[in-house]
């Protein structure tokens, strides 16, 4: 009897279109909207960062459904600007209302940009 080689087992590889970025970045928005209105509340208020909190989550679940509502014929610039912006400006701004490293404050900007990059590229 000869021995017997094991399948290959490929792991899948997940390659997120912008659907699941929006899904998830619709739930997250969802969900960091509801701790700042609830659990971190008094620390935001505290640190008068509640407004610039609200500005994140805004930004966040606008690009959301903004890359839902992208045609699939769009340009993948699109969605590689839109979704690099989320986490460079929400999750910046997210991070220096808590008190995060100054360090932060130029990602910001960058974050802005890719937004107003892939809105420009609708353009094309």
């Known amino acids: 009897r000869s021995p017997q080689t094991p399948p290959q087992v490929t792991p899948p590889t997940m390659t997120m279109g ?60 699109t969605v590689k600007l839109w979704t690099a912006g989320v986490p460079l400006f929400s999750g910046s701004i997210y991070g220096l209302a808590l008190g995060g490293p100054k360090l932060l404050g130029p990602v910001t900007p960058i974050g802005g940009l890719c937004f107003i990059g892939g809105w420009l590229t609708l353009l094309l």
């Open 18 to 77: 912008k659907n699941e970025w929006a899904a998830v970045f619709g739930a997250s928005g969802v969900a960091m909207g509801a701790f700042g209105a609830h659990a971190l509340k008094s620390t935001l208020e505290s640190r008068g960062t509640i407004e610039a909190w609200k500005t994140a989550v805004l930004y966040q679940l606008v690009h959301a459904v903004a890359l839902l509502a992208l045609p699939e014929t769009t340009s993948p610039l």
